[in-house]
């Protein structure tokens, strides 16, 4: 059958998809929820300039997705322009530049590294250690956000620093101290069956957390 919408009809059922997917009954997984607002910015990245490197990742209220200048990007910041003021991190997300890279060889994949630079001072912060390019991403954030020289940069120029860890920090924290449990349960929690307690209570906070 065949249907002829508007361009109002299309913005708000993209609108729907995007804010409200439950709604039109449509992407009832997180994945797929991520991948359309990624695609979304994608073409309208191609079409307006900028470059979306990363696909989108979610945050404690809401899905968000990096635009990093490029060549195709007018000046004075084309349709983001009005957007420049959105903060990752504390830190301005228009003074970092985002960028990917493979590691591994021929033989092996390797993981997704993810290198973050601040523009303003020219520090850099870069992690490869997840195989989830989004956790590598937040852990090189972290990095960058705990650098004594952007820390003076951003109260330099009046910019408010958010310290507060994000949830990939707080996980990352949380399978160090099950790592330390499960292997010298004997100096944490003599007792066998308090120990596989903290262990569940350690898991569940995980899964809530990822």
């Not at 002829?4 to 994945?31: F, H, K, Y």
Request: negative net charge; contains cysteine.
């Amino acid at each position: 059958m065949k249907t002829t919408i508007t361009a109002r009809t299309l913005a708000e059922l993209v609108q729907a998809l995007l804010i409200n997917p439950d709604s039109v009954g449509e992407l009832d997984t997180l994945d797929k929820h991520r991948q359309f607002v990624t695609d979304i910015a994608r073409v309208v990245a191609e079409h307006c300039g900028g470059e979306v490197p990363n696909d989108a990742f979610v945050t404690a209220q809401h899905v968000s997705v990096d635009v990093v200048p490029n060549d195709s990007l007018p000046e004075g910041g084309g349709i983001w322009q009005n957007h420049s003021g959105d903060v990752v991190n504390g830190i301005p997300a228009d003074q970092l530049r985002v960028s990917t890279y493979p590691t591994g060889s021929a033989w092996k994949q390797g993981n997704i590294g993810v290198r973050i630079e601040h523009v303003p001072t020219g520090v850099v912060a870069e992690c490869a250690e997840d195989r989830s390019a989004h956790r590598n991403r937040a852990l090189a954030l972290a990095q960058l956000s705990a650098s004594r020289v952007v820390i003076a940069s951003l109260a330099d120029s009046g910019q408010e620093h958010n310290m507060k860890p994000t949830s990939v920090e707080v996980v990352e924290l949380l399978l160090k101290a099950r790592r330390y449990v499960a292997g010298a349960y004997e100096c944490a929690f003599p007792d066998e069956d308090e120990n596989n307690d903290v262990l569940s209570q350690l898991d569940e906070l995980v899964t809530r957390l990822r």
